[in-house]
């Protein structure tokens, strides 16, 4: 077995893309690619590993109109919106 390191998600999905390999990688990473066709996500016994997201800001800054709008969608829509792309492979609570 080989194990490689790669400095960025692209050179990742390019290397396994090229037939080099398999990753663990976020499925929001590869999304354009696993809806195109070009890496497949196999089921494996354990997997997805499910995550938890936290938006945060500082307290003590109010936030510009463009970050309060990110923050409602995230929070009232985004779960929604990742279940609509990845057809409810993942979780945001």
């Known amino acids: 077995m080989f194990i490689m390191e790669m400095p960025s998600d692209e050179a ?3 290397a396994v893309m090229a037939g080099l390999g398999v990753s663990l990688v976020s499925l929001h990473t590869i ?5 195109s066709g070009l890496i497949a996500a196999p089921h494996v016994e354990g997997l997805p590993l499910m995550r938890r997201w936290h938006l945060v800001n500082a307290a003590a800054k109010m936030l ?3 970050a309060e709008a990110f923050r409602y969608f995230i929070l009232e829509r985004g779960e929604a919106h990742l279940a609509a792309m990845f057809g409810g492979e993942t ?3």
């Open 64 to 66: 510009s109109p463009a």
């Open 31 to 35: 999304g354009l690619e696993w809806r």
């Open 91 to 93: 979780a945001l609570t």
């Open 12 to 14: 990742i999905k390019q």
